[in-house]
């Protein structure tokens, strides 16, 4: 879980409930992504730095990227990493493994999150100055569709079913997009300042940060179930492994927030290091 306040990086342990490591990630890191073969990815944006982490912290390999690198997101499939740039409409693709620049990509203005779909088939970008999402065949990384949503869209993230859901932070709502077709099936209203998402037992589940809440929307009819307070700001958002659990970061109490995806509880809060943002995948069980 990035911190970006504390240049630093909590481990978090969800079945001994404690964090036990605590790494140096210096540059005010958010976005975040990690890999099933033991690797960890962060975002530095005050560095501009994109790293390469082992499992013990250790920095494998990182690039300075010159531009607004934020959100990130790992394709294991092709050994791929992409960082949207937040100041020039771009996403970078990197090699995963000594994050070499390999190509870039236009966006709309001001990307900032980014997600591939569980099957392989697309990326997607937030553009939140566009107010709209671009989507790319992740495989040739064509651009296939810019797809008008709300206002200031800016974390989302592909359901098992393939629809994407995108947080629009200046409307307040979440935009259900079908990839294929380029189009948005739906318009959910949520909490205030939707910021990411994920998705477990059948619901999504939304931080909005003005209201320190989690809003549970049924994945069926598209409507919202209930809302599940949480700490302070809650940001980044991810599912277990076992998808029994999701973990929320809660940027002003240094704590992540554990809830029980079927009773809708949160069973217990985590100390984090300083400013716990974690924009991304940060939970191994998430997509890739």
Not at 96 to 123: H, M, V, Y
Request: hydrophobic fraction near 45%; glycine fraction near 12%.
């Amino acid at each position: 879980m990035t911190c970006q306040n504390g240049d630093g990086l909590s481990v978090l342990d969800l079945t001994g409930g404690q964090e036990v490591a605590r790494w140096s990630v210096p540059g005010k890191p958010a976005g975040v992504a990690v890999s099933r073969d033991g690797a960890v990815y962060t975002v530095a944006p005050d560095s501009k730095t994109v790293r390469r982490h082992d499992w013990t912290g250790t920095v494998l390999a990182e690039i300075a990227l010159e531009g607004g690198p934020i959100g990130i997101a790992f394709d294991a499939r092709r050994g791929r990493v992409f960082v949207s740039d937040w100041y020039n409409a771009r996403i970078w693709v990197l090699s995963g493994d000594t994050l070499t620049l390999d190509q870039e990509l236009t966006t709309g203005a001001a990307p900032a999150g980014l997600a591939l779909s569980e099957d392989g088939r697309f990326l997607a970008s937030a553009d939140r100055d566009a107010d709209q999402v671009s989507v790319f065949d992740a495989d040739t990384l064509a651009l296939l569709h810019r797809v008008t949503v709300g206002i200031r869209p800016f974390g989302l993230r592909f359901a098992p079913d393939g629809r994407l859901f995108v947080g629009n932070v200046g409307s307040n709502d979440l935009s259900v997009v079908d990839a294929t077709a380029g189009s948005v099936i739906a318009t959910v209203p949520v909490g205030e300042r939707p910021y990411g998402v994920a998705f477990a037992a059948g619901r999504a589940f939304v931080t909005n940060q003005y209201e320190n809440t989690v809003s549970v929307i049924d994945m069926g009819a598209l409507t919202e179930v209930t809302r599940i307070e949480v700490g302070e700001y809650p940001e980044g958002i991810d599912v277990s492994a076992d998808g029994s659990r999701i973990v929320v970061a809660n940027w002003f109490d240094n704590t992540a927030s554990v809830i029980d995806a079927k009773a809708l509880t949160v069973l217990r809060d985590l100390d984090t290091c300083d400013g716990p943002r974690a924009f991304g995948v940060f939970l191994l069980g998430g997509e890739e």
